[in-house]
Structures are given as C-alpha cells and as structure tokens.
T-cell receptor, first 117, second 111 residues
Framework: GAVVSQHPSRVICKSGTSVKIECRSL??????MFWYRQFPKQSLMLMAT?????????EQGVEKDKFLINHASLTLSTLTVTSAHPEDSSFYIC?????????????FGEGSRLTVL | DAKTTQPPSMDCAEGRAANLPCNHS???????VYWYRQIHSQGPQYIIH???NNETNEMASLIITEDRKSSTLILPHATLRDTAVYYC????????????FGKGITLSVRP
C-alpha cells in the first residue's frame, strides 16, 4: 500500500529551541497532508491541513506562529515547532491521501515523538 | 466533535471473530464509514471503508446497516497482534477530506 514516512521518529530538544519534522509520501503525490498531535492515552487531534503551494489551514486553538507548516512539493510537508516548551511534548503524526487514487483512504506516517526538556 | 460513538473497550479470544460496533446516526448521504486502528506508539493503519454496501478485504469485513446509522467491523480470526485501538470515522471521500478521530475502542485479544 501507499507509504507515508516521517522523520525523525524521536527527537529530544531543550526548551526554547525549534524542531522540524518531515512528512513524505514515498510512492504517490499528495496535494494535501494533515498534521495531528496525540497526547498520552488520548485520541489524535487534528492540528492543521497542509496545502501544497499555499498556506496551511489551522484548526481552532492551534497557534499558526508556533506550529509552522510548509508544503513545498507534492511529496513533502514539514512541521516546525518553534520555541518548544515541555507542554509541546507529544506524538506528532502526519497523513496524506493519494491524489491519483481518489478512493478516500488517508495513509499515516509512523509518527514523531517529541520530548522537550 | 466526532460523529461516531463506540464502546470504550472489548476483548475476545484469539482465533475467534471480533465484532466491533459503531454508531453514526447523523451520517450524511455523501459520507463514508472508515475504520482505522492504532497499535501502541505507531501511526494509524487503514483497515477498510464503505458507503452503504458491505465490504470485505484481506484484513476485515465491514457491515453497514441499511439505514447507515451503525456499522460493525469484523476481524474474522483475531490474533494477539490485532490488539489495538480501533477508530470508526465518518467522512466524505477525496484526498483532501480530513478525518476526525474520536476515542475509539480498545480491543484486547487474549490468548
């Protein structure tokens, strides 16, 4: 099946630094990718919709200046957590659909676990 | 808010069928029923989706009631590796259609 890859899978950083997470669709093109965040023992929460060549659309309550999203190509979206703080520690997951195969399913990356010290 | 309701948990014996229910009484005519599962510390895995007809693939079967207000995911022969959180989601199709996750149901398969 379609593959979505995230990197890094785990990252530890100091408070106040910025961290970039990459999401790649490996065998298909994706005009739209989605970024989710998941805290322990909770469900996935949609943060934003990443649109190739245009600005991301953020869900209510998600700070666009803190979570910078760039979707520069049809196979790559990046999420940058700026000035990270311990409360940003979470599991970040991206997903993408196959624009060439419009059957509706979205494929998810393996997730990136961020720990802010 | 999620448009589906699922029991919080259930268990079944290994080798037996696992029937996971989902209510989606407010589903719209153009919305599909999707099932995903998440094994601990991994990204969600697509299982199956359907509109109104029953669907079957190599992983599972999806039974949707005639009024489309509920559905059941069936894992015909559950294994220990099927232990996961299963999410039932309703959404329209299209690669740009976002999925809103509820709390899901935790399936525990016991030996």
């Amino acid at each position: 099946g379609a593959v979505v890859s995230q990197h890094p899978s785990r990252v530890i950083c100091k408070s106040g630094t910025s961290v970039k997470i990459e999401c790649r669709s490996l065998d298909f093109q994706a005009t739209t990718m989605f970024w989710y965040r998941q805290f322990p023992k909770q469900s996935l929460m949609l943060m934003a919709t990443s649109n190739e060549g245009s600005k991301a659309t953020y869900e209510q309550g998600v700070e666009k200046d803190k979570f910078l999203i760039n979707h520069a190509s049809l196979t790559l979206s990046t999420l940058t957590v700026t000035s990270a703080h311990p409360e940003d520690s979470s599991f970040y997951i991206c997903s993408a659909g196959n624009r060439g195969k419009n059957t509706g399913e979205l494929f998810f990356g393996e997730g990136s676990r961020l720990t802010v010290l | 808010d999620a448009k589906t309701t699922q029991p919080p948990s259930m268990d079944c014996a290994e080798g037996r069928a696992a029937n996971l229910p989902c209510n989606h009484s407010t589903i719209s005519g153009n919305e599909y029923v999707y099932w995903y599962r998440q094994i601990h510390s991994q990204g969600p895995q697509y299982i199956i989706h359907g509109l109104k007809n029953n669907e079957t693939n190599e992983m599972a079967s999806l039974i949707i009631t005639e009024d489309r207000k509920s559905s059941t995911l069936i894992l015909p022969h559950a294994t220990l590796r099927d232990t996961a959180v299963y999410y039932c989601i309703v959404a329209s199709t299209g690669a740009n259609s976002k999925l809103t996750f509820g709390k899901g149901i935790t399936l525990s398969v016991r030996p």
